[in-house]
């Protein structure tokens, strides 16, 4: 009989185990304080690569908080809020919350660079110097085999719901 470490070993796959890459994109968007200005379609495509990158390797080599996640790096071309062509550049995590044999739920934090907020919105994210600014995203998600959709918190204005395929 596997012990229970051994047991939540097996649970929580390190999914750049099985994939290397997954594409995304917005299919929900929604702000809490509506505006008429306010877009709800994002457009958003993304790709994250899974695996060790030299951008989250120290944060893993000094915690054991996150000996389940899996690092990622990723890049995301949407429409902000205020139909602006804007990207995202990130790394995070990626941390097992439960599985089973072909579904997996997961909780993530990215932190990166944002940079489209320009003219009369240049304001609308905090510390926006140059036309970028940095931002921190969390999202929940739920990976099926290699299809995922996560719900995602944009700060305190929204909330989006992105579909995803992993390979």
């Not at 070993?9 to 994939?19: M, N, P, S, T």
């Not at 510390?127 to 990976?143: D, K, T």
Request: overall charge neutral.
């Amino acid at each position: 009989m596997a012990s229970g470490s051994a047991r939540s070993a097996e649970l929580f796959y390190d999914i750049a185990d099985f994939y290397s890459y997954s594409v995304q994109t917005s299919v929900w968007t929604t702000h809490f304080n509506p505006q008429p200005e306010h877009n709800n379609h994002q457009e958003l495509i993304g790709i994250e690569r899974f695996g060790d990158n030299f951008a989250t390797q120290p944060i893993l080599d000094r915690t054991t908080l996150l000996k389940n996640a899996t690092p990622l790096i990723g890049i995301s071309f949407f429409q902000n809020s205020y139909s602006q062509s804007t990207v995202y550049a990130y790394a995070g995590f990626r941390q097992p919350l439960s599985a089973n044999q072909r579904t997996h739920i997961y909780a993530k934090i990215t932190a990166g660079f944002i940079h489209g907020y320009r003219h009369e919105f240049q304001h609308k994210v905090p510390f926006n110097h140059f036309g970028i600014s940095p931002a921190a995203v969390p999202s929940v998600g739920l990976q099926h085999q290699r299809f995922n959709a996560e719900i995602i918190l944009f700060g305190a204005s929204g909330t989006m719901i992105n579909v995803g395929y992993s390979f």
